[in-house]
């Protein structure tokens, strides 16, 4: 079966997660500090926080911005339960905006709407969670200002998008966001197994994620000096989301083949789009503002009727497609808050009509 997205790993990357094996440190040595300078550099963020997964740095990242009960978040409807669920770890409320029929995104004119009504009916949200789907980057910008007019945070989940960019822009430089995280699973862009980075340029944030990624704990140079070299304190409620240092070596590994991913992806994207040529199917869009990463090329059947039946004979004929994705309010866990079908009509019909067609560099 060729699956829909797979890693690619080479010798280079091999020897690198050898070399921490022989090393003195497993965890906790130089190779997580050269993987965030690394990530720093591609990206321009201040700060970036290396962690054991997306969802462990989307969690940090809400802590970071005190999300707590009686909080509300929201995140788009088309996205991986992991950008809701951030929220719900720390016991807010979670909403869905609807997206954008071409771009696959949050729609920002209904964004809009939602806020105003929100701002009427005294519910806006603490944080929103716009998601680069399938690495096009969304309308970070536009986002950005509603979100300062309304007095939202934003998270960026760039799960799908390292090596995007827009306007010239790298996802990840937190220019229009407080906080940007992504994701090194291996189906994603480059890999460390499992893993994530949070970024920031806000000095503050990055020291409260900091904190929260290893218990909470604090160890300065001022402690030890006045109460001895053993000295720590915890000063909040932390967790273990530390990333180890094989996983970091694999990840600076990768990270130097970025570049040559994003052109490989994008080639491949090219490739389907001009064979899909005359057909009746809805191909995604390439932006004009900017690279997408192509994490995924999905495209939109004609009809949702048939969607079943070709999916299973692309999977009958070794072919891995998948659906990106099920509207996360149609999840149980979320359906029993109340969530109706039908709550986020665009990402309904994108998902009723999707297929996602393998898409990787190999
Ligand atoms: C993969 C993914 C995540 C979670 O990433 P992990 O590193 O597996 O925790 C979060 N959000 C989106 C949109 C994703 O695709």
Redesign the pocket.
Known sequence: MIPYGHQDISKTDIDAVVEVLRSEFLTQGPAVPRFEKGIRELTGAAYALAVN????A?HIACLALDVSPGDIVWTVAN??V??ANCALYCGAKIDFVDIDLQTYNICPKKLEEKLLSAQRSGTLPKVLIP?HFAGRPAPQQEIWQLAQKYGVRIIE?A??AIGAVRHQEAVGSCRWSDITVF???PV?IITTG???MALTNDTQLAEKMDRIRCHGIEKTAALEKSKGAWYYQQVALGYNYRMSDIHAALGCSQLGRLARYIEKRNQLAQKYTKAFAGCSLQCPGFPEDGISSWHLYVIQLAEAGKRRAIFTHLRTMGIGVHVHYIPVYHQPWFQQMGFQKGYCPAAETYYSRALTLPLFPA
């Not at 997964?53 to 462990?56: C, G, Q, R, Y």
């Open positions: 997964s997306a969802t462990s989307l996205t991986f992991a950008s998601v989940d799960s799908h994701s090194f699973h994603k499992e893993g994530g």
